[in-house]
């Protein structure tokens, strides 16, 4: 029998409306985005109605509860947001057509299992596809793969909330105006596109590694969320190594974020980091990833080189320790299939720890000469 202090169960409010909502749309934006784009063939229709259904859901569950299929809801939802738009602007045509036609079961064809990859994978090659600028691939990228609100994009990034929802609003229209179709791209192009896509993630990693404004040096959250898209790519492309590279070297530089800085916030040089507060696991999975892009048979590339020096310093008990001659030779490697006066500069530090500091003043005075680094 229920007890004395039992009774009617709690009615839903809008504080836990809401936070069912967040969390329903941070695990699943993603996939409910590339399933109404694949479904209505049109993505900036596809984001805008699911936003649309999400803030019909504040209302809804708050008023009725959390319904038994949170995505099933959000997903129908969505699906007559779209049909209503395309009644209104009178398109009739074989889209609608194709999208007002009820299925037996609309929300199985919505989620189809057997596309819901693919349809991740499109949704990244858009966000970061080559019409838009770097700042709206980020930006995109990280509203609608990452299901990050504009407030926390901006704060990450410090910059004006309307900043931020101009660059998405911008990239949206550029993305319908020049017809992006919601596919993957030819597989010929795949690998070239790829390289945006990794670009975009390594961007959005290394600002939260190493903050460009702003009082802290780290913003993990940030970084975390370009861990988290790196995983969800590696799992969609398990066959390329640079996917993993990027893996491989957002875990090995993320690992040692506990050691970074100090109480205050100010920056811990490598050699005077506590090893010991270095995350092991996260040297493991990093070292694990980079075991997966070596074996894959088309060597390292650049995130993949850059890996392999992050990993001599994981496995390094101190900075003396530390091969440096390896380091020399990876950053070689680099400077060969991404030539840069960063890398060269890079080569100079460890080259003056294996060999002395004159071979290393040689490069630096060769990048001066050269005004390869002015500025």
Same mark, same amino acid.
């Given at each position: 029998?229920?007890?004395?202090?039992?009774?009617?169960?709690?009615?839903?409010?809008?504080?836990?409306?809401?936070?069912?909502?967040?969390?329903?749309?941070?695990?699943?934006?993603?996939?409910?985005?590339?399933?109404?784009? %694949?479904?209505?063939?049109?993505?900036?229709?596809?984001?805008?109605?699911? $936003?649309?259904?999400?803030?019909?859901?504040?209302?809804?569950?708050?008023?009725?509860?959390?319904?038994?299929?949170?995505?099933?809801?959000? &997903?129908?939802?969505?699906?007559?947001?779209?049909?209503?738009?395309?009644?209104?602007?009178?398109?009739?045509?074989?889209?609608?057509?194709?999208?007002?036609?009820?299925?037996?079961?609309?929300?199985?064809?919505?989620?189809?299992?057997?596309?819901?990859?693919?349809?991740?994978?499109?949704?990244?090659?858009?966000?970061?596809?080559?019409?838009?600028?770097?700042?709206?691939?980020?930006?995109?990228?990280?509203?609608?793969?990452?299901?990050?609100?504009?407030?926390?994009?901006?704060?990450?990034?410090?910059?004006?909330?309307?900043?931020? $929802?101009?660059?998405?609003?911008?990239?949206?229209?550029?993305?319908?105006?020049?017809?992006?179709?919601?596919?993957?791209?030819?597989?010929?192009?795949?690998?070239?596109?790829?390289?945006?896509?990794?670009?975009?993630?390594?961007?959005?990693?290394?600002?939260?590694?190493?903050?460009?404004?702003?009082?802290?040096?780290?913003?993990?959250?940030?970084?975390?969320?370009?861990?988290?898209?790196?995983?969800?790519?590696?799992?969609?492309?398990?066959?390329?190594?640079?996917?993993?590279?990027?893996?491989? &070297?957002?875990?090995?530089?993320?690992?040692?974020?506990?050691?970074?800085?100090?109480?205050?916030?100010?920056? /811990?040089? &490598?050699?005077? $980091?506590?090893?010991?507060?270095?995350?092991?696991?996260?040297?493991?999975?990093?070292?694990?990833?980079?075991?997966?892009?070596?074996?894959?048979?088309?060597?390292?590339?650049?995130?993949? &080189?850059?890996?392999?020096?992050?990993?001599?310093?994981?496995?390094?008990?101190?900075?003396?320790?530390?091969?440096?001659?390896?380091?020399?030779?990876?950053?070689?490697?680099?400077? %060969? /299939?991404?030539?840069?006066?960063?890398?060269?500069?890079?080569?100079?530090?460890?080259?003056?720890?294996?060999?002395?500091?004159?071979?290393?003043?040689?490069? /630096?005075?060769?990048?001066?000469?050269?005004? %390869?680094?002015?500025?």
């Amino acid at each position: 029998m229920p007890g004395a202090g039992d009774g009617p169960p709690t009615p839903p409010t809008s504080e836990s409306a809401r936070r069912a909502v967040e969390a329903v749309w941070r695990i699943e934006s993603a996939r409910i985005v590339s399933a109404l784009a %694949r479904y209505t063939g049109d993505f900036p229709l596809a984001e805008d109605v699911a $936003q649309e259904a999400v803030a019909e859901a504040l209302v809804s569950w708050a008023r009725d509860g959390v319904p038994d299929s949170p995505v099933g809801w959000l &997903l129908a939802t969505a699906r007559r947001r779209a049909i209503d738009g395309f009644r209104r602007r009178s398109a009739l045509d074989d889209r609608y057509a194709a999208v007002a036609v009820s299925p037996p079961s609309s929300d199985d064809l919505l989620w189809d299992p057997d596309q819901v990859e693919d349809d991740i994978l499109a949704l990244m090659f858009i966000a970061c596809h080559p019409v838009l600028s770097p700042e709206a691939r980020v930006a995109l990228t990280l509203r609608t793969v990452g299901a990050l609100s504009s407030e926390e994009i901006a704060r990450a990034f410090l910059v004006p909330v309307p900043t931020i $929802q101009a660059r998405i609003t911008r990239a949206k229209k550029t993305i319908a105006a020049a017809g992006v179709p919601f596919a993957l791209p030819p597989a010929a192009d795949r690998r070239d596109r790829l390289g945006g896509v990794l670009s975009v993630l390594y961007v959005i990693f290394t600002e939260g590694s190493t903050a460009t404004a702003g009082d802290r040096l780290l913003r993990t959250d940030l970084a975390h969320e370009a861990l988290r898209l790196a995983r969800m790519l590696t799992a969609l492309l398990p066959t390329e190594p640079e996917a993993f590279g990027l893996l491989a &070297l957002c875990e090995l530089t993320a690992a040692r974020f506990p050691a970074r800085t100090a109480p205050d916030g100010s920056a /811990v040089l &490598l050699e005077d $980091q506590d090893r010991r507060l270095w995350d092991r696991s996260a040297i493991r999975r990093g070292q694990a990833a980079l075991d997966r892009a070596s074996s894959l048979g088309r060597g390292l590339g650049p995130y993949g &080189l850059q890996a392999a020096t992050a990993a001599c310093h994981a496995s390094a008990p101190s900075v003396a320790e530390t091969d440096w001659d390896r380091i020399v030779l990876l950053y070689e490697a680099l400077g %060969r /299939v991404a030539p840069s006066p960063i890398v060269d500069l890079n080569r100079a530090v460890a080259v003056a720890m294996a060999q002395g500091p004159g071979p290393a003043l040689s490069i /630096v005075d060769e990048l001066v000469a050269t005004s %390869r680094l002015s500025g």
